[in-house]
């Protein structure tokens, strides 16, 4: 059997302790006979206290070499004040850009069990499953110029580019109404055209793949401030929501936070598919952050980190039924009560974040 | 007594049907002695059927004479494909930037009454007043380059920029104190210095006019993405959120769907104090859109215009209690159960867009 190379970047707060739960499902496939060879290396604020640098040229180097990344939680205040360039969000930036994962996929679903949890009606959410597509290696985030520029008066002038090419908007477009086709077959793409020229550029390439490619998906155009919107007053109404690098930052948050399950969603963030071998760069991360306030306490919830070794089961190895089974099995342990805290119901006994992890090894 | 000048730009879909409402309240007043002279001109579509402009050189003229504009809605789908120059959208963004109205103030307010309509838990929002204060004239909004642009090899590339200067972090950051030393005293501002350098811009120079100027009210730094997920969890927690231009129009929306009263909410833009007479040009306009799917049928909810008025009286005229009084009917009328569609309980008969206009009078 083929062996799948696993680079494990648990990073900052939490990352560590819902990395470690990740570990022993890891150990639970490889003693069933699924090749596993990990490796861990440091990003992050963890990096930058060891190395001085977000992600170090050998992490790097690793992640290029591995068939897929996990990757825990990156940041925290105590980095608050260090250079620009080496903060801890700067290793994951790095990661997306040089391994060229311009497919941010984020799924938020609401867990039936946890509705109640959400700070939306219960009929509002109940049953909510939509998946935000988001592009994440152009945009704002990356174009040039983007610096902080002082004057001859003393005053300064700050700037930011958001930038897109035919190509960047193609492949996402064609990301989303890919996976539309195997859901609900509806894909809602959202812009400001209606102030901003990559706006009506995003528009018009969406439509165009639509047209050529994709007919059979019904495609509706939002606006980005009606989507934040539409998502707080009906989010059932969507399938998938395809968007920009910095509206998909904001939309996938509020989409996850409907849920009530912040801390049971995974995401994938995806390279293009190699033509020779069919395979693509990948990197899994939950969408919570690294929680610096409960880190180290044992409190984390891992089913987010666990779920996102679940997608790499799924995207990187094709390893479909072992990824169903390790979905089941999450699935059978919210239902028996052992929850953390967050996720505890009123009256149940919360548990801590090895617990979870040791129950769904058992229930393996 | 002095005369104030308003200029009244209806706008297109549901604008006129509430402006229309409004001039029954500037009438009664009117009646009443209180000085007010009124035009009418238009904005958006209706603009550029008439004109081929989203906004006519005279009504600039006339906009810029006027001691407070009272704005209404523009767009829909009917202009979705005109140039780009001359969409609805572009007589509003003239407006704001050729008057210099950098500063819009958002009340995103629950009305007990109303808490139902949400779709968030009723304990979640009731009671809910918080204070959106979005950079209005900068950003990416306005930036240059701004532009689409073909490449040799036949592809296209799409660009925005997002730029800030000093002088108009500072003033925006001033504004947002100060509304907070009358409310309950906190600042939340919201950026993401994680990723972009206009947000350590905004950060540093917020930080800077905080301790400076304000150091007794609470400061808070967010990122805009936990903003956003902040408002669907627990949007209480806020006071005044700060943020530029594009996140604001997004918090924005965000806050005031969770109140279950779009179509009461009105908004204010105002410009700079004019040193010499305490003057400062000022829009007002409802934040819901122009609502196309019910234009011309009666049914649009005009409490959020003649809201917008009751602004106008306040921060345009000093006619505070004039306003208070505007504002008390509305709460009488929205007591008695006169109300539109939108936010008639379950069970209540709800009434057209006049009635509610004609009850906040005999109210009066
Ligand atoms: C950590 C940060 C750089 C990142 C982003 O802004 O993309 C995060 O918010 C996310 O959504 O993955
Ligand atoms: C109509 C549009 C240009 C506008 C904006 O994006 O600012 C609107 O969404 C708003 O928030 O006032």
Redesign the interface.
């Known amino acids: 059997m083929a062996t799948h190379k696993l680079l494990l970047l648990p990073g900052d707060g939490i990352g560590p302790e819902v990395m470690r739960e990740v570990e022993k499902i890891v150990g639970w496939f490889r003693k069933r006979g699924v090749g596993f060879e990990t490796e861990t290396d440091l990003v992050g604020g963890s990096a930058y206290d060891a190395h001085g640098a977000a992600i170090s040229e050998a992490a790097m180097e690793r992640a290029q070499a591995a068939d897929a990344v996990l990757f825990g939680a990156v ?1 925290g205040s105590k980095w608050d004040s260090v250079p ?1 360039a080496v ?1 801890p ?1 700067a290793g994951l ?1 790095r990661l997306r850009k040089d391994l060229g994962l311009f497919a941010n996929l984020r799924p938020a679903i609401c867990y039936p069990a946890l509705a109640d949890a959400s ?3 219960r009929e ?1 959410v109940e049953g909510l499953d939509i998946m935000i597509v988001r592009e994440l290696t152009g945009g ?2 990356f ?1 040039e110029p ?3 520029v002082t004057l001859e008066d003393g ?13 960047e908007v193609e492949r996402i477009a064609r990301v989303a109404f890919d996976l539309a086709g195997k859901r609900r077959n509806k894909v809602s793409s959202a812009e ?1 055209f ?5 706006g ?3 528009r018009q390439v969406v439509t165009r793949i639509h047209k050529a490619e994709f007919s059979d998906v019904e495609l509706e155009h939002v606006l ?3 989507c ?2 539409q998502l ?3 989010p059932k109404q969507f399938d998938v929501i395809v968007t920009d690098n ?2 998909g ?2 939309l996938s ?2 989409a ?3 849920t009530g399950s ?1 801390g049971m969603l995974p995401s994938a963030s995806l390279g293009a598919e190699d033509p020779a071998t069919g395979q693509r760069k990948a990197l899994y991360e939950p969408v919570h ?1 690294s929680a610096p306030d409960i880190a180290g306490k044992g409190l984390a919830n891992p089913i987010a980190m666990i779920g996102s070794f679940g997608m790499a089961l799924r995207y990187s190895f094709g390893l479909l039924d072992e990824a169903d089974r390790l979905d089941k099995a999450i699935a059978n342990v919210l239902t028996s009560g052992t929850r953390t805290k967050d996720i505890a119901g009123p009256g149940m006994n919360a548990v801590g974040t090895q617990d979870v992890g040791d129950a769904i090894v058992k229930e393996l």
């Open positions: 940041g620009y903060r969000e930036l700070s939306l009606k509002v704002v985030y174009g983007k610096e902080i005053s300064q002038r700050a700037v930011d580019t958001q930038l897109y090419h035919t190509h400001k209606n102030v901003m020229k990559t009506v550029f995003w980005a401030d009606n934040a919107m707080v007053r009906n910095l509206f930052d904001i948050d509020i996850a936070m409907l912040l952050g």
